[in-house]
């Protein structure tokens, strides 16, 4: 097993930097996700850890040694790619053994790994079947084996649930959580669903245009976003435009004026979590701040209800509420008040 190091990883197609100065550690047998929307680098970065794209400038530390100039089947790293990339001719054993047949291991031994490899995923006696002959889910995890298969120092996952319906990628999502602690496997996996993201990360990191935003575990980023975007990106964030008129004072463009933590004078954001912001039919004492609005819009989610309130022309914030028994059931067009903690609203200076 082994730590990866990445140092100053950069990615340019002509004048095009699909990944600028990336530089992260992660720890033996960690599990850290890469989070960002499309197109923002991750895939990139992935493979460049594998070997599978040449870095522009920097370096990947695996277990300590240098690998970048290293070919991918000199790099004792797994990869599962973001489409499973199995290859559709061979069966399942021949596209397990693929990896091993590259590091030219003995035949005996092959066998074996391939047997082992297909029982971890729950696939043993599938080996004869061509990828076609399997279930979505079923390919995804032959990706895996083939994967695993090596014995990897690494784990790479490029979105591998990303071709699962809603239920099957909650299941799988354990089972891949359940087999990486058990062989204390090095991981990094990179997803855009952020609810993924949260569930399985020891560790996230947020990435936008080439650029790591933050790193952090799953509170570090919800409660204390280190910029708009990160505030926009993990969790839902109602932003309010307008001005910090003085520190601890914001008033919106809609012209609402209310206390705030900190923030600079001059234009601003501020972001409040939908389920911070408390909401009734009759007028809330014991907050900082309060307001009258009304009901504009109501999703309801089930267990929760989502409701948007307008404050005023231009303001409009959305509650989060349980879905309680006896609890508010909102009507577009209602009057209600809402009510937040001046510490609830994060302030991001423009
Ligand atoms: N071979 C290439 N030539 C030119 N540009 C490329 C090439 N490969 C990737 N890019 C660009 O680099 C950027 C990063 O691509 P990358 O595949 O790493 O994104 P991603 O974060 O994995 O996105 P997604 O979530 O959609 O998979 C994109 O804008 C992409 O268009
Ligand atoms: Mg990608």
């Known amino acids: 097993m082994a730590g990866l190091g990445i140092r100053n990883l950069a990615k340019r197609y002509g004048d095009f930097h699909a990944v600028r100065d990336v530089s992260l550690d992660i720890a033996d047998g960690e599990f850290l996700v890469l989070l960002g929307p499309s197109g923002c680098g991750k895939t990139t970065t992935l493979r460049m850890v ?39 001719h061979m069966t399942v054993a021949q596209n397990v053994a693929f990896g091993l047949e590259m590091r030219k291991l003995p035949k005996a031994d092959i066998g074996q790994r391939v047997e082992e490899a297909l ?13 076609r002959q399997l279930s979505g889910g079923q390919q995804q995890r032959v990706a895996l084996a083939r994967a695993l298969a090596i014995r990897p120092d690494v784990l ?16 799988v999502r354990v089972e891949i959580r359940e087999l990486q602690r058990k062989l204390g496997l090095t991981t990094v996996m990179v997803t855009h669903d952020q609810e993924e993201a949260l569930t399985m990360a020891d560790r996230l990191v947020v990435m936008n245009e080439g650029t790591v935003c933050q790193v952090g575990s799953q509170r570090d980023l919800y409660e204390r976003p280190a910029s708009r975007f990160v505030a926009g990106f993990v969790g839902r964030s ?20 209310f206390a705030c933590a900190g923030g600079t004078p001059g234009r601003a954001v501020l972001a409040l979590r939908p389920e911070r912001v408390e909401i009734a039919a009759a007028p809330l004492d014991g907050l900082d701040n309060r307001l009258p609005g009304t009901v504009d819009f109501v999703s309801y989610l089930g267990s929760l209800i989502d409701i948007h309130v307008r404050l005023s022309p231009e303001d409009r914030l959305v509650v989060q509420i349980a879905n309680r028994e006896g609890g508010l059931s909102p009507e577009v067009g209602q009057p209600v008040h809402v009510g937040w903690a001046a510490s609830a609203g994060q302030v991001f200076n423009e």
Do not use: C
């Open 50 to 88: 594998a070997g599978f794209i040449e870095p522009s400038a920097g370096h990947v530390m695996l277990g300590g040694s240098d690998v970048t100039l290293l070919p991918p089947w000199k790099r004792n790293a797994g990869m599962v790619f973001q489409s499973y990339a199995l290859f559709p």
């Open 119 to 131: 029982a971890l995923v729950r696939l043993a006696g599938y080996g004869g079947r061509l990828p």
């Open 156 to 171: 790479l996952l490029d979105e591998p649930l990303s071709n699962l319906d809603a239920k099957l990628r909650q299941e």
């Open 238 to 257: 109602t932003f309010l435009a307008g001005t910090v008129q003085a520190p601890g004072r914001f008033r919106t463009d809609g012209g609402l004026a």
